[in-house]
């Protein structure tokens, strides 16, 4: 068997999917598996990007990358929300994200999401922050379910 570094491709992918997906199977767990990617535009340029994952019961934002020119307009709230909406209802219990030190955490507090804990390094700018934010079922007042993020 030779183990060797090589760029994912259409043969890689679909090896990936049919094991992930026979894993949850055989596991007796729902993957629900879905890849995301929402971009904002100005005039046909990107200002940010989010890009992530949902599966089980999770959604995992991977990536949110906004413009230098862009930043501190709001786009990184609003990419934020947009994974959030389109989510809703969908099953998932929660939405998960890691960022370091010096890109992000105070942004995802002010979003409401929950710091978990934090993987301290030597240098602070390079400790990671893990953030949670548990969608969850609530009643009505009609007696209806609803879903909250």
Do not use: W
């Not at 019961?57 to 990419?79: A, P, Q, T």
């Amino acid at each position: 068997m030779e183990i060797k570094r090589v760029s994912e491709n259409d043969r890689i992918d679909e090896f990936t999917d049919i094991e992930f997906s026979n894993y949850a199977h055989d596991c007796d767990v729902a993957l629900n598996y879905e890849e995301f990617c929402f971009v904002a535009e100005d005039e046909g340029n990107i200002a940010g990007v989010i890009i992530g994952r949902a599966y089980y019961n999770e959604i995992h934002i991977g990536d949110l990358i906004v413009g230098k020119g862009y930043r501190r307009d709001g786009i990184g709230s609003k990419l934020v929300a947009a994974v959030e909406e389109a989510y809703k209802g969908k099953g998932y219990e929660k939405i998960a994200l890691t960022t370091f030190g010096f890109q992000a955490p105070e942004f995802y507090k002010k979003l409401g999401y929950e710091l978990e804990f934090v993987r301290e390094d030597k240098d602070p700018k390079l400790s990671k922050y893990f953030y949670l934010k548990r969608i969850y079922m609530g009643v009505t007042t009609d007696g209806t379910e609803e879903i909250r993020l």
